[in-house]
């Protein structure tokens, strides 16, 4: 790879062609591209966008949207071509709820963009964390692969995407230069002013989710906390003469009877003190704690 000579190569020829063909012909494009960390899937997404202002003679516009209401506020401000980038799209449109409100609005604003013929680029680490209805919808995907730091490329795959209707299975097609499958293509570094902007909104993104989740997870852990507090059980004191019975009959294992004759007492008496001690000591949900007195036990005169 690094005997290649990108300076003599077309960078992304193919998919700009694409999206012109499909641009004069009045529709738009939906580009998905997918890649792991540190493989250049944002400079790509961007890349893609100025090639094609660059190709074209009436120059488009860039917006960059972390949100559905940015998003929403994007589509007010474009022109029929304008390209909107979607940053993580995984985390604002996942799959895992596909009928949430946000979800189900993006079918809706990709409606309005296929009217104004709006290419847009959606960037996620896994394409099966995408939405599955913005999935079904897709024209082109590129899967960036590495990034060549000597040379300053990005090495991408990429296919044309087709959706059944009656099935909502995507397929992908490879494309064709001349009559010849190309898989394979390359994207330099973006301009380097729009590139730092870029960074900087992505880094405020970053920055805004982390406190949106951090503020979440604080207060489920509160709800949490409140829902499952344990409520101690009342702390009851024994009095002299039944701290007597429970230290002959639970700790020394003497019989009523025994416990009566020491004490001097009747039996059904002992009986009722020991019904008030395991009142005091005993909860349904589980045992009560009771409190001894610093005090040797009573003695018996």
């Known amino acids: 790879m690094a005997n290649i000579d990108f300076s003599k190569m077309v960078e992304a020829d193919i998919v700009v062609n694409h999206v012109n063909s499909r641009f004069k012909k009045g529709l738009n494009c939906n580009i998905f591209v997918i890649g792991l960390s540190g493989t250049g899937k944002s400079s790509t997404s961007l890349r893609v966008g100025e090639k094609i ?78 939405d599955s209805h913005m999935r079904g919808m897709g024209h082109i995907l590129i899967e960036t692969l590495r990034i060549n730091r000597t040379l300053k490329v990005v090495i991408s795959k990429f296919h044309r995407l087709q959706t059944n209707p009656l099935s909502g299975k995507c397929y992908r097609h490879t494309f064709q230069r001349n009559g010849i499958d190309v898989s394979r293509m390359f994207t330099r570094m973006p301009n380097k002013e729009r590139w730092d902007n870029y960074e900087r909104e992505k880094d405020k993104f970053m920055e805004e989710l982390y406190k949106t989740l951090e503020y979440k997870q604080l207060k489920k852990k509160k709800k949490l906390e409140k829902e499952t507090v344990v409520v101690q059980p009342e702390i009851k004191e024994l009095s002299k003469r039944e701290l007597q019975v429970h230290q002959f009959v639970n700790r020394e294992g003497l019989t009523q009877t025994e416990t009566a004759t020491r004490l001097g007492v009747s039996i059904p008496r002992i009986n009722q003190i020991l019904k008030k001690i395991k009142k005091k000591t005993e909860n349904p949900l589980e045992k009560r704690v009771f409190k001894v007195k610093n005090q040797p036990i009573p003695t018996i005169k």
């Open 53 to 130: 202002i660059e190709s074209r003679e009436i120059k488009p516009e860039i917006f960059i949207v972390d949100s559905l209401l940015e998003l929403l506020r994007a589509l007010r401000k474009t022109n029929e071509g304008d390209i909107i980038v979607i940053e993580e799209v995984s985390v604002l449109f996942p799959s895992r709820r596909a009928m949430v409100e946000e979800n189900v609005s993006i079918n809706k604003v990709l409606d309005t963009c296929r009217k104004k013929m709006i290419t847009i680029l959606s960037n996620a680490p896994l394409w099966g964390t995408i």
